[in-house]
């Protein structure tokens, strides 16, 4: 049926019956046409003698609906008014059930209603009473037929009114037209069970509105509501547009974030013009299963196995505890308006977070310890020792009472245990060393090793970072004293020698060399490494290089260390340690990538004047003969070598130094230019004797030895 009728305005089925609603006889005679096409489309029939058309009023499930809104079925209402006195528990059910049908007209149920439905409470013997006959009559007087709910409206603004008293909790839903007037939608009460009783009036008052938005979730679900309570500090738990508060029980948690699920606004307003909500809370209905609240938290003292202190102690304390007492009569039964003795003023400013269960008074979900128990709960919560912060911790998470903190630090101090095994206290901010003037005036030095079975000595510039590293033979004052010596020749003496406490530099022996020499020396702090961290840095950088290098022998990976370390720019400096202890730049790898400045200008510079190809030159000749030999240029080599070839066709390579230009082309034309031959009388004509014939020695051969050749990989 409602598939059938689906989306019509003014219809609604309830199982096979149809209501059809309208404003005038036309648009009735319009629906209805529209109604019985739909019904004969899909097949289904009415019968004629079954059906009411064009009716005023109409009763329908118990009750009168008319134009104005609806009224309870006056049959129904004359039963109850005739219903003799119950004799036992189950006729006294069966007359409340029927009360309850009319549940929603009912605008008050005060105590008399609440004495019917405490006599049906499982641990209570029937005994009626003149008190229960006169909450019987005055019961029934309550409903008559003239009770008048208005029409629910979509377009109407909805407004619930919300209260709680001690026996029960009551919500009005109604409507507010025009002119501000609350019109009754419907009206829902019920009784507190017991444990809900035991609430702080906070929470009771919370309840109230949860029952509220539950009983009507229908009307309410998608809808833009107003709440109104008479309790002011709901506004700052419930508020939309504020935060939850950081220390909240749980249940009221529970019920803040359900209540984020509908589009409210929360307002409060004074008890004497709340009515008619406090009226239904006063005159609850009956609690029913559904509406039953879940079972309270269990307080976490009874959750630890054979507990030193358990919830029945600290009840038991709290009730024999002046002030806690006083404090938990005032959640239960209200706060006082002026403001309280300063005794009490940690619990008032918390007093809208403060709640009660089990006789325990709770603050959020901890438990509010009274004075007498606090010293054993302290002790429980430093069974393992634990330090201040952790056992705030522990005890934020279940316990509190005024000043806790404060008497936590207190116990903790008072601990021997704990005094004599405690952390060392945070450390001293780092003493920064004095800037030296100058390079090497101030170095840093300590042991490496072993790292690949060898020790090495660290020296460390305090100003440049430059860094010395020395292979040790051995770790006596001697060796030490040694490598010293070697680099006090290389870079001067130091004026301050930084070292830890090793036997070798704190040796009578190392001492007194450094005291020939003028030089002083300071120890690190024992066990406090970070006063020689300049050292301790580099030998961390050293194995950490070393042991990243693959190839190479310990030497060889030492040496590649210290060269990159000399040539590395620093982050403390800017500069690299080469520049600040030399002056210079390190010459690497990467420098050729960029030429320099001097390089530029040698490449700008036009090459040195020197030969060309073809030029006649006389070559220094580093053979016995003439010191210079005539020789022509073949060709230059670079811009000072060249290659030259003389008369005989020799070659020969020589630098610019060891050749000069010769001022003729060919030196045997010129000589015979420049001294001519003289024609002389030959000598022939002469009476001469015959020549002398020559006479030449006999050829001579060494007597030296010569011992076979003897060719090396061969004649081994």
Known sequence: MDTVLAGM??????????????????????MLAEVLSRLAKSGLRVQAEKC????????????????KGIYPSKVKVEAIHQAPAPKNKKELQAFLGMINFYNRFLKGRTEVAEKLYRLLDSHVAWNWGAEHMEAFENLKKLLTSNSLLVHFKTDVPLVLSCDASSVGVGAVLAHRDSKGNEQPVAYASRTLSRAERNYAQIDREALAVVFGVRH??????????????DHKPLLGIFQRQKQIPAVISPRMLRWTLMLSAYDYVIEYRKTKDHGNADCLSRLPGPLTRQETEAPGDILLLEAVEYPPVSAMEVAAFTRGDPLLYQVKQWILEGW???????????????????????????????????????????????ANHPGVTAMKAIARSYVWWPKMDEKIVEFVRHCTPCQENRQSEPRTPTHFWTKPERPWSRIHV??????????FLVVVDALSNWAEIEVMPSLQSSAVIEKFRKMFATHGLPDLVVSDNGTAFASRETQAFLKLNGIRYMYAAPYHPA??????????????????????????????FLFKQHSTPHAETGKSPAEVMLGRKFRTALSSLRPDESDASCLRQPPPRGFQSGDAVYAR???????????????????VMYELSTAD???????????RRAWCSDPRTTDQQTCPSFALPSMSSRALGPPEPETSQPLRRSTRQRNPVRRYGIDD
């Open 52 to 67: 009411e058309f064009f009716k005023e009023s109409l009763e329908f499930l118990g009750h009168r609906i008319d134009a």
């Open 531 to 560: 006063s020689n961290g300049r050292a301790e840095r580099m030998v961390r950088e050293l194995k950490c290089a070393l042991r990243k290098q693959r190839q190479g022998t310990v030497l060889c990976k030492v040496a590649r």
């Open 216 to 229: 009507f979730h229908q009307y309410l679900c998608g809808r833009d509501f107003l709440i109104i309570t």
């Open 621 to 639: 000749n580093f053979r016995p003969g003439p010191k210079w030999l005539f020789a022509r240029v073949s060709r230059p080599i670079g811009h």
């Open 446 to 455: 300590d042991f490496a090793g072993p790292v690949q079975g060898v020790f």
């Open 649 to 659: 066709g020799a070659v020969h390579r020589r630098h610019r130094n060891h050749v």
């Open 336 to 382: 006082p308006r002026e403001r309280v003795a300063l005794k009490y003023s940690a619990y008032w400013v918390r007093q809208n977070e403060l709640s009660v269960h089990r006789d325990c008074v709770l603050w959020g979900s901890r438990v509010v310890i009274p004075e007498a128990l606090q010293k054993q709960v302290l002790s429980l919560m430093h």
């Open 9 to 30: 305005p003014h219809v609604a089925t309830y199982l096979d019956d149809i209501l059809i609603a309208s404003e005038s006889i036309e648009e009735h005679e319009r």
